[in-house]
């Protein structure tokens, strides 16, 4: 009989600002930012890319960039930040173009949080997404330690997406974790809600997020982002860098 006390813990922490009431020093910590920059990173390095550096700001992009002669791309407020190549969509970045190649990237949500969880002394950090959802779920129930579900949310403020794929990882794997989570609770009861139809719940639920996004004409990126496992692979960040695990 499999005793509940042997399963190591789940929580999911549905915002940035919500990250330092978690113990993460023993945990593995999912960055979620599923509009778009975890879904952007699994798609370029499923497509090749040799590494990706994320980084918190614009400026650190460029000089990072420079001194390594890589891509440098990234947004703030869903729009090519000033000064970079390339933005945030995952159609950027297919394998013949970012085969082989280091991008540098910095992101409004993402790539803060992972810095974020650095600083507050995360045990391991990879990303997840609906475009890598199975990668992570296995890489989970492997290893066999505590988790947190960290969404990037925007800018501190909870959102559907990220709450959505942190309760589709929940659903796929609780099983085999102890979960004592409101937070995951609510993610997996709207993710059971949203399952028939991501994007139609989006809309239905006027996501602002979704909203933002739709205003530029990205509507095609919303539906890629919110497919499951278009891009199979687990990002592992390492060294200052994410790279195929």
């Given amino acids: 009989m499999d005793n509940t006390n042997t399963k ?33 990173i699994a798609t370029a390095i499923y497509n090749g890319a040799k590494e990706i550096i994320p980084v918190d700001s614009v400026p650190e992009c460029i000089r990072i960039g420079k001194q390594m002669g890589a891509i440098t791309a990234g947004e703030r407020d869903g729009k090519v ?7 945030n969509s995952p159609f950027e970045y ?3 173009f970012i085969g082989g190649k280091t991008l540098v990237l910095t992101t409004t949500n993402g790539t803060k949080l992972l810095h974020m969880a650095l600083d507050n002394g995360a045990s391991e950090i990879i990303t997840g997404s609906f475009a890598n959802l199975e990668a992570v779920c296995s890489y989970l129930i492997q290893q066999k330690k505590p988790v947190l579900l960290a969404c990037a949310a925007w800018k ?18 609780k099983n085999h974790f102890t979960i004592n989570c409101d937070s995951s609770q609510m993610a997996e009861i709207m993710y059971k809600q949203a399952q028939p139809d991501l994007m139609q ?4 639920t006027e996501a602002s997020h979704y909203k933002r996004l739709a205003a ?9 982002c919110l497919t499951p496992n278009t891009a199979p692979v687990l990002p592992i960040y390492q060294e200052g860098k994410l790279t195929k695990g």
Avoid: C, W
Avoid at 9 to 38: C, G, M, N, Q, W
Avoid at 81 to 87: N, S, T
Avoid at 201 to 204: N, S, T, V
């Fill in 8 to 40: 190591p813990e789940l929580f999911t922490s549905l915002s940035p600002a919500l990250l330092s009431l978690y113990d993460i020093s023993s945990s593995i910590v999912v960055i979620i930012d599923v509009l778009r920059a975890t879904s952007t």
């Fill in 81 to 87: 930040a000033e000064g970079l190549q390339y933005g």
């Fill in 94 to 96: 297919p394998a013949t």
């Fill in 156 to 173: 501190d403020r909870v959102n559907i997406e990220d709450t959505l794929f942190a309760g589709a990882v929940i659903q796929s794997i």
């Fill in 201 to 204: 719940f989006m809309k239905d």
């Fill in 216 to 224: 530029f004409g990205l509507e095609k990126d919303i539906l890629h």
